[in-house]
C-alpha cells in the first residue's frame, strides 16, 4: 500500500484530532458539559475518503500503518455509524489476548465473533455469551441450549436447556409457556459452573441441570405488569432489563423498568427490595469484593446512582435509600446503560459515549470518552484494560493509565487505545482499526 498518496489526507486529519482532542479535554477540564462541550469539528468533510483509506488498510493487512496515520475518531463518523451501526455487548477480554464479543440485538439474529489485533472470526451457531465471576466458566448460547465450558475453548461442563414456561414459581396459577426460545441479553453463569442465569426480555430465569425458575419478576410483583386493559402479565416483556451476581455468590441483584431493584440470595430468592433513586431501575454492578452494590436509575431528566452496603440492604426486606453518609450517591447525570467493577472502584458506561471511573464510594475519579451508547465494560485481570462495546457497533480496547500520554484521548482519565473493531452493518467484513 502506497501511503505516500494519502500524506496530505493524513497531515490534516492528525493535526486536525488533535486539536479536537486538546479543546474537549481543556473543556472537561474546566467542569463544562452537553452543548458547550462539543466544539465545531471540521474532519466531518473527510470521513469519508479516511473510511475508505480504512478498508484499503483493512484489505492489504496494515492496520498498524492505518492507526498511526490516521487516528481513529467517533465525532466524525458519528453520522455514518448511527446509519450503520449495530449494538454491541457483552464483550470479554479473554486470557490469550483475544476479544469475545455479541454483535446485534436478540431480535436480530446476534453472532458471537472472536477478535484480535489483525483478524475477527465469527463463532458459527453461537448467539450468546457469559463469564463467570471467577472467569473459570464460560457459557455459549447454541440452539440446543446453554453450553457451560470449562475455560474459553475448553471441555463442555453441562448443557442446560432453554427455558419453555414460567414455572413453577408461578405455580398456584397456570403455568405459561414461552412463545419459544427467550430473546437473550447476557447469559451470567455461577461460579460452580453448572448453573447460569438467562436475561432476557422474558424475565431472568435461572437453570441448573433440574431445569428452570423465573426469578425476576417474583410472584408478588407480577401485578406490576398487567397491561393496560387489565390482563394478565403473561408474556412477558421487560424493558430495561438486568441482573448481576456478586463475586462470592451470594447475592444476585435484577430489576426492569417496572420493578424496585431486587436483591436475591444465591438461590434467587428474595433478600430485599431497595426503591430506585429516580423513577425506574436500569443496572446493578456488585463491587469488586461482593461486599457493596451500585444501583442505577433513570427518569426523563437524566439518571442517578447509589451505593448499599450488602450487610445495609440484607438488614431490610424493603429499603428506600436517602443520601447521608452511609448511602453514597452521584447525579443527576447521563443515564447510566453498563458497569463494571474493578479493583479500585466502579465503571460505568454512560448513553453520552463516557465511561465514568469512580472510586468505592463513587466519588469520581475521571472519565473518557468513546462515542456511542456505551453498552458493555469488560476489565482485564490484571485490570491494566479494558474492553467497551457501544452502540455505535464499535468495540474499543484501552490501556488505562499508560506511561505515555496520547495526543488524541478525550477524557480526564488516563488512557490510550490501542485497537477498536468496527462491526457496520453493510461492510463486507470488520473493519479493525
Known amino acids: 500500500m502506497d501511503w505516500s498518496q494519502f500524506a496530505g489526507l493524513s497531515e490534516r486529519w492528525q493535526g486536525l484530532s488533535r486539536g479536537h482532542a486538546s479543546v474537549v479535554n481543556e473543556r472537561l477540564g474546566q467542569g463544562r458539559r452537553d452543548a458547550e462541550l462539543e466544539p465545531g469539528d471540521d474532519r466531518g468533510a473527510l ?24 487516528a481513529p475518531a467517533h465525532v466524525p463518523f458519528a453520522a455514518l455509524a448511527e446509519a450503520h451501526g449495530q449494538p454491541i455487548g457483552p464483550g470479554y477480554l479473554l486470557d490469550d489476548g483475544r476479544l469475545a464479543v455479541v454483535v446485534g440485538s436478540p431480535w436480530q439474529r446476534p453472532r458471537v465473533w472472536v477478535a484480535t489485533p489483525i483478524s475477527t472470526e465469527p463463532l458459527l451457531g453461537v448467539f450468546a455469551l457469559g463469564r463467570s465471576s471467577d472467569r473459570r466458566t464460560y457459557a455459549l448460547g ?11 475453548g475448553g471441555p463442555t461442563k453441562v448443557v442446560l436447556a432453554w427455558p419453555t414456561a414460567y ?18 441479553s447476557r447469559l451470567l453463569p455461577l461460579n460452580d459452573g453448572q448453573r447460569v442465569l438467562v436475561v432476557s426480555r ?94 442505577s436509575a433513570r427518569d426523563s431528566d437524566g439518571g442517578r446512582t447509589v451505593r448499599l452496603s450488602m450487610s445495609q440492604i440484607a438488614a431490610n426486606l424493603s429499603f428506600a435509600p436517602a443520601p447521608s453518609p ?17 479493583r479500585d472502584g466502579y465503571m460505568f458506561g454512560r448513553a453520552d459515549g463516557f465511561v465514568r471511573v469512580c472510586g468505592p464510594d463513587l466519588s469520581s475519579v475521571g472519565e473518557l470518552f468513546v462515542g456511542g451508547e456505551v453498552l458493555a465494560i469488560d476489565v482485564a485481570e490484571d485490570q491494566r484494560q479494558i474492553a467497551v462495546c457501544t452502540g455505535a457497533g464499535v468495540v474499543h480496547c484501552i490501556e488505562l493509565e499508560p506511561s505515555a500520554s496520547d495526543p488524541f484521548a478525550i477524557g480526564t482519565f488516563s488512557h490510550r487505545e490501542r485497537r477498536r473493531w468496527i462491526f457496520w452493518r453493510g461492510e463486507s467484513s470488520p473493519l479493525i482499526w
Not at 484489505?59 to 492507526?67: K, Y
Not at 447454541?142 to 474459553?152: L, S, Y
Not at 396459577?173 to 426460545?181: A, D, I, N
Not at 448511602?327 to 474493578?342: C, D, F, K, L, R
Open 167 to 184: 414455572g413453577p414459581t408461578h405455580a398456584d396459577m397456570p403455568v405459561p409457556t414461552l412463545e419459544g426460545r427467550p430473546l437473550v
Open 202 to 295: 422474558s424475565g431472568v430465569f435461572l437453570l441448573d441441570s433440574e431445569g428452570s425458575r423465573l426469578i425476576h419478576p417474583g410472584e408478588q410483583d407480577l401485578d406490576h405488569y398487567v397491561d393496560e386493559d387489565g390482563d394478565d402479565a403473561f408474556p412477558l416483556d421487560l424493558d430495561y432489563v438486568h441482573a448481576a451476581v456478586a463475586s462470592d455468590q451470594r447475592y444476585i441483584a435484577a430489576g426492569d423498568q417496572a420493578s424496585r431493584h431486587r436483591i436475591l440470595d444465591g438461590e434467587g430468592n428474595l433478600v430485599s427490595g431497595v426503591e430506585p433513586a429516580l423513577g425506574h431501575p436500569v443496572h446493578a454492578v456488585f463491587s469488586h469484593d461482593g461486599a457493596a452494590i451500585a444501583l
Open 326 to 342: 452511609s448511602v453514597a450517591a452521584v447525579g443527576p447525570a447521563p443515564v447510566v446503560t453498563s458497569a463494571s467493577a474493578y
Open 47 to 70: 470521513a469519508e475518503a479516511v473510511l475508505a483509506v480504512a478498508r484499503k488498510a483493512n484489505h492489504d493487512g496494515e492496520i498498524d500503518a492505518l492507526r498511526g496515520r490516521f
Open 142 to 152: 447454541r440452539a440446543d441450549g446453554v453450553h457451560m465450558t470449562e475455560g474459553w
